[in-house]
């Protein structure tokens, strides 16, 4: 009886394992901020790599790449007039969202893969959650989530470039993201999507780090491990400050 079951399995088995996987790479495993940093980019190359009995796709292959910065949870308030003050009045808690969120794609992100495909994965603004994990229904918005994409774009903080993955060659694509100067420090996930026909064939993930060096990480470490010494420092720093202009621009 089981001797049918065990050898359509092992005639499954090569089946279900020739497709194509994806082999990726990051141009740097570590961002340092200094004390002069305007901002970076980071490039993720990587090809696609086909099994000898993948069958040929009738559709092109499609390639998303997000890059995702530390989770955080957010509150949104909504500032409202009251008796001529603006206070802030209604909130809404915004669950585990990047705090930066780059995305890359080959071709506009409506025509790489539908709205079904993209929820499950969470991929694209649209599809984001802002509460929970990724279903397979659309996230439903609302005013505070608007609210916070909106505030992250123009941060520069959230991005989308549809048509900025190039492939080089039938199987090898690259692209670059761009970290701007205000960027969070953390650990990073460059996380890349193929797809072809709508349809998600494979997704691979690397990871780098962002972190200060030098004075400031000396500055956060300290302000972190010892806020006391941190505070007196911070005043010593102002008193000289203050100090050191008064001698300057001293009026004889």
Not at 149 to 154: C, D, G, P, S, Y
Not at 236 to 243: C, S, Y
Request: glycine share 6%.
């Amino acid at each position: 009886m089981w001797r049918p079951l065990v050898l359509a399995a092992a005639l499954l088995c090569p089946l279900a394992a020739s497709a194509e996987t994806l082999v990726t790479a990051l141009s740097s495993e570590r961002v340092a901020i200094t004390s002069n940093f305007t901002g970076s980019a980071v490039t993720i190359f990587g090809t696609v790599e086909r099994d000898v009995h993948t069958v040929a796709r009738a559709s092109p292959y499609e390639i998303v790449v997000t890059l995702t910065g530390p989770l955080r949870t957010v509150v949104a308030r909504r500032k409202e007039q009251v008796a001529g003050v603006w206070i802030n009045r209604s909130s809404d808690t915004l669950e585990r969202v990047p705090s930066f969120l780059a995305i890359a794609t080959t071709a506009p992100m409506e025509s790489v893969a539908g709205k079904p495909v993209r929820a499950r994965q969470g991929l694209g603004f649209d599809m984001l959650p802002t509460s929970g994990v990724p279903d397979a229904l659309p996230p439903i918005r609302n005013d505070f989530d608007a609210a916070f994409f909106r505030i992250m774009q123009k941060k520069k903080l959230f991005s989308l470039t549809e048509g900025s993955v190039d492939f080089l060659s039938p199987q090898l694509f690259r692209t670059s993201i761009d970290l701007p100067a205000n960027v969070p420090v953390g650990w990073y996930n460059a996380t890349v999507y193929l797809f072809s026909g709508g349809v998600l064939l494979a997704k691979t993930s690397e990871s780098f780090a962002i972190s200060k060096s030098g004075f400031e990480q000396y500055v956060t470490l300290l302000a972190h491990r010892s806020p006391l010494a941190y505070g007196l420092l911070a005043v010593l720093v102002a008193v000289a400050t203050g100090w050191l202009a008064s001698v300057v621009f001293r009026k004889d």
